[in-house]
C-alpha cells in the first residue's frame, strides 16, 4: 500500500499558539485538501493597504470609462492610465514589469490579453476592447481589467462580453470561505460553455496584494471538488478570458507579450481583486 502523500503548506510554529483557523486549516490539510501555505493570508492592515491602491485602480478604470471613444488610440490610453496613478502618489505595475514597454494592457477583439498600447492602433466602431490596470500603492499592489464596447458592436461580439462579465460574477458568488478554487473554474466553464463559448486555459488569476502575481494560482477552466482551499485573508483574482472559438491561444512573437487566439476570433475578459471573508468575497477593485 502507498500512503497518500499529503502536501503539509499550512505549518504553525511552535512558538505560537494554535488559532481556531489553525485548527480548521489543519484539520483540512489533514484530510487530504491542498491548503494554502500560511503567509497567504494578509494581516487587517496589508488588507486595508491593497484596498486603498485598490481604490486608486478602480478610479483609472472609471477615468477610462468616462474617456474612451472611437478614434482614441491605445496610446492615449496609456498616457490616461499613466498621469492619473502618478497624480494620486502610485505607480503603474505594469511599467517596465519582466520588460513591459507601458502602464496598461490594451486588447482589442482577437487579443485575448497583455496587448501593448502604441500611437498607431486606433479605437474603430465595433471594437471590443479589454483594459487591464493594475496599481502599486504604498508597495500594495490590486489589479482589475474591464470591456469597453467601442460605438455599437455586433450580437455576437456584444453576447461574448455579457457572459464573460456574467462569468466572473457567477464565479464571485461561487466562492464560499473554505470552499475550492475549482468550485470557481467549474461555475466558469460551465456558463461559458453553456453559450456556445470555450475558457482560456494558459492564462489565469492569481493571489496578488504583496507582489503583483503570488500564489495561488486561480485557474478559470476545471472541476469542482478540486484545487486549493480559499482560506479568509487569502488576496486574489478572478479574471476569466472567454473566446468565441477555440481555447487555445498564441505569443505574437514580434513583441513576445501580445495574446492572441489561434482562430483569430475575438475574446473578452473582465477582473476584479477580491479578498475572502468570513461570509465570502469582498472586491476590493473592479
Ligand atoms: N494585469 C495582468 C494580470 O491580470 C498582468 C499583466 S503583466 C504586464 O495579471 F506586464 F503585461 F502588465
Ligand atoms: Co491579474
Not at 491593497?50 to 483609472?60: A, E
Not at 471590443?128 to 474591464?146: H, L
Not at 455576437?156 to 464565479?171: G, I
Not at 478572478?238 to 489561434?262: H, K, L, Q, R, S
Amino acid at each position: 500500500m502507498f500512503k497518500r502523500k499529503i502536501k503539509k503548506n499550512w505549518i504553525v510554529s511552535k512558538h505560537e499558539p494554535i488559532t481556531e483557523l489553525d485548527q480548521r486549516v489543519l484539520s483540512l490539510q489533514e484530510q487530504g485538501f491542498l491548503v494554502p501555505s500560511k503567509n497567504l493570508i494578509k494581516t487587517p492592515e496589508q488588507i486595508e493597504g491593497i484596498r486603498q491602491s485598490g481604490v486608486i485602480n478602480t478610479g483609472v478604470l472609471d477615468l477610462i470609462a468616462r474617456e474612451i471613444h472611437e478614434g482614441m488610440t491605445t496610446g492615449d490610453i496609456d498616457r490616461l492610465v499613466y498621469n492619473y496613478t502618478v497624480d494620486h502618489g502610485a505607480i503603474p505595475a505594469p511599467l517596465n514589469y519582466e520588460g513591459f514597454p507601458k502602464s496598461v494592457c490594451t486588447s482589442i477583439n482577437e487579443v485575448v490579453c497583455h496587448g501593448i498600447p502604441n500611437d498607431e492602433e486606433q479605437l474603430l466602431e465595433g471594437d471590443i476592447v479589454n483594459v487591464d490596470v493594475s496599481t502599486i500603492y504604498n508597495g500594495y499592489y490590486s489589479d482589475a481589467s474591464r470591456m469597453f464596447v467601442i460605438g455599437k458592436t455586433s450580437k455576437e461580439k456584444q453576447h461574448l462580453v455579457d457572459v464573460a462579465y456574467e462569468c466572473l460574477q457567477l464565479a464571485a458568488e461561487a466562492a464560499k470561505p473554505f470552499g475550492l478554487l475549482g468550485d470557481v473554474a467549474s461555475v466558469i466553464t460551465k456558463h461559458a460553455h453553456k453559450n456556445g463559448f470555450s475558457v482560456v486555459r494558459d492564462f489565469c488569476g492569481h493571489g496578488v496584494g504583496l507582489e503583483f502575481h503570488e500564489d495561488p494560482e486561480v485557474s478559470h477552466y476545471g472541476r469542482r471538488g478540486t484545487g486549493m482551499v480559499m482560506v479568509p485573508g487569502m488576496v486574489f483574482t478572478i479574471e476569466p478570458m472567454i473566446n468565441m472559438g477555440t481555447w487555445e491561444v498564441f505569443v505574437d512573437a514580434e513583441d513576445d507579450w501580445t495574446v492572441v487566439t489561434e482562430d483569430e476570433l475575438p475574446s473578452a475578459q473582465w477582473e476584479h481583486t477580491f479578498v475572502m471573508t468570513d461570509h465570502g468575497l469582498e472586491v476590493l477593485s473592479h
